[in-house]
């Protein structure tokens, strides 16, 4: 799949590096909206999309939800430097809400070697 989005390499990378601690505890995250579509954006959404169960786990209260979504959201804007918009959703409200919708994964490691020939690091 090939990546269109409104963010500038430099920033793709800072961004997808800045979430790898959450995509390491969640799974799940992803550049949305209009900044992975390739449009201008006031902001850049990026949202954890858990299982319910596991949304319901992790946030069984709105505080709970809040408190967690407002500090990884700071912690992203402080790491990068974007307006970033962040929420944990539910999936099955994240995919009535926006079927088939552009979700970029952020912070999968992948590291390749740095000759820039692709071969991965074993």
């Known amino acids: 799949m090939s990546r269109k989005s409104s963010l ?13 601690p959450i995509w390491d505890a969640f799974g799940g995250t992803y550049l949305v909206g209009t900044a992975a579509t390739g449009g201008e954006y006031r902001d850049v959404d990026v949202r954890t999309i858990l299982h319910d ?4 786990k992790f946030c069984p209260t709105y505080p709970i939800w809040s408190l967690l979504c407002t500090s990884i959201g700071t912690m992203l804007r402080q790491a990068t430097g974007m307006p970033i918009d962040y929420q944990i959703q539910r999936m099955s409200e994240a995919n ?3 079927p088939g919708g552009n979700r970029h994964p952020l ?4 590291k390749f070697a740095a000759g820039g020939d692709g071969t991965p690091w074993t």
């Open 107 to 110: 912070g999968m490691v992948v």
């Open 8 to 20: 500038s390499t430099l920033d793709w990378f800072t961004l997808n590096r800045a979430c790898e």
């Open 53 to 56: 169960e596991e949304f319901d």
């Open 96 to 98: 009535a809400q926006h």
